[in-house]
């Protein structure tokens, strides 16, 4: 062993509490040889792409990016349920060709690169093109985009499945997004610097670049993975297989309730956009509220992934209600603040605030509902979990995100208040899901 492989195993021991002998739960014995390499490529690699994610947000730069070249705002509107919903409808009719594969790692390496050519794509068409061009180009970028994102979406979950140890994922994706948050910090802090200036598109397309530029280097860290070759039962007839598997939702009633209870905390995702809309109304469309907003988001990450993380090893599914009651509590008093309060609503201050708060809930969600899933099951039923549950929440999201294109027509406090009701429902259905840690 290597002085720089003692090093890692020591780092490894130290974040997860190993003070003993290693456990390595659910993975092989040959897997928990690697395991502190991984977690490490790991970390690093979904590191670099949470923070392209930031830098390429549809809540936030995209719509700078498409205000900027002057897009209808119809189209403005469609960029957060198209690029959720398109990472995720596809899933069910490509996990079946993933399923062929004993080593899955290459896929998420070829979704990366596939990331990083459409958000570059993004970046060009904001230089090159304006208007209605402008708009709909962009759109197509997102569209591969998301379709790229599918990709990496389901290879993650089943490469961390077959490298890293349950009771240590929680960990790890706590871990990523801490760093990310970090990262994200710095990154506002650099757009809330450059405000001060008189900014035009130039510098958002280089954004843009520079966030494409993550997914390429990404792609090239993960791709050092150390992956065993695991199961490849059930890769023909993938049509077929694919259909049959949504029989999973009538059958096990435990991963239909996750379904349903994922459904309802798509709140915390929904919800962010309406919080720019009231800081945009009640404030202004200066340059510094894109810095604060990255800021806030950065700061939640950086604070409560890591408590979140922990937390979900021990009960996933207390995460998933605790963050739903945190959006749907925020939610309802932000709309009580507006309208009982008018002198608040005015503030600076209170945006950033809340969206901060969102932030912290919003990773509760994620990092509850994603540990959830991957701890539910193992080997290709974990993959058929993924695909089927993404797969449903894909077609839901271009459902109520609709609701982003009516914003004109419906209040947006209105809209609030009811994703803050979805969210108590959310609460309520995932405090009655079972433990499976």
């Known amino acids: 062993m290597t002085s720089k492989e003692s090093n890692l195993e020591q780092l490894y021991d130290y974040l997860n509490d190993e003070e003993d002998a290693r456990t390595c739960k659910a993975i092989d014995d040959k897997a928990c040889k690697e395991t502190p390499k991984n977690y490490f490529l790991l970390l690093v690699s979904n590191m670099l792409t949470s923070l392209g994610d930031t830098l390429g947000n549809p809540k936030t730069v995209l719509t700078w990016v498409m205000s900027y070249v002057n897009a209808p705002v119809m189209l403005i509107s469609f960029i957060v349920p198209i690029r959720e919903s398109g990472s995720m409808l596809p899933?069910?009719?490509i996990a079946h060709y993933i399923r062929q594969k004993p080593v899955r790692k290459y896929v998420w390496v070829l979704g990366s690169v596939l990331q990083f050519l459409a958000i570059a794509g993004i970046g060009l068409v904001a230089?090159?093109?304006?208007g209605s061009a402008a708009g709909w180009l962009i759109i197509v970028c997102l569209v591969a985009f998301s379709l790229a994102r599918g990709l990496c979406s389901i290879a993650f979950k089943d490469v961390l499945g077959k490298t890293i140890p349950k009771q240590k994922r929680g960990k790890l994706k706590g871990y990523t997004a801490s760093v990310s948050g970090i990262l994200v910090l710095a990154a506002g802090l650099f757009i809330l610097y450059k405000s001060k200036e008189n900014v035009g598109i130039e510098f958002y397309s280089y954004l843009i670049f520079f966030a494409s530029a993550l997914w390429l280097i990404a792609a090239l860290i993960y791709a050092n993975i150390k992956e065993f070759p695991g199961e490849t039962e059930g890769g023909k007839n993938g049509?077929?297989?694919?259909?049959?598997?949504?029989?999973?939702?009538?059958?096990?009633k435990q991963f239909r309730n996750f379904v349903i209870t994922r459904s309802l905390l798509l709140c915390s995702a929904l919800t962010a956009p309406?919080?720019?809309?009231?800081a945009q109304r009640y404030v202004g469309k200066e340059a510094y509220l894109l810095g604060l907003f990255?800021?806030?988001?950065?700061?939640?990450?950086i604070i409560s992934a890591p408590v979140w993380g922990k937390m979900a090893d021990k009960s996933s599914k207390k995460v998933m209600t605790y963050s739903a009651i945190l959006t749907a509590s925020l939610g309802l008093l932000i709309v009580g603040i507006i309208q009982f309060i008018p002198a608040w609503r005015d503030e600076v201050w209170l945006y950033p605030v809340a969206f901060f708060i969102l932030g912290i809930a919003h990773q509760g969600v994620r990092l509850g509902r994603k540990t959830y899933i991957v701890d539910m099951a193992e080997g290709n039923r974990r993959t058929d979990y993924v695909a089927v549950s993404n797969t449903l929440i894909g077609f839901i999201l271009l459902i109520t995100g609709g609701i982003s294109a009516l914003a004109s027509m419906i209040s947006v406090e209105g809209i609030i208040a009811i994703l803050s009701g979805l969210g108590i429902l959310g609460?309520?259905?995932?405090?009655t899901l079972p433990n499976v840690e």
């Not at 694919?242 to 029989?247: C, F, I, K, V, Y």
């Open 294 to 301: 990255v800021i806030a988001n950065g700061v939640a990450s």
């Open 239 to 252: 049509f077929k297989e694919a259909l049959s598997r949504l029989s999973l939702l009538k059958e096990d």
């Open 91 to 93: 899933q069910l009719f």
């Open 274 to 278: 309406f919080y720019v809309l009231l």
């Open 127 to 130: 230089l090159s093109f304006e």
């Open 427 to 431: 609460a309520i259905k995932s405090a």
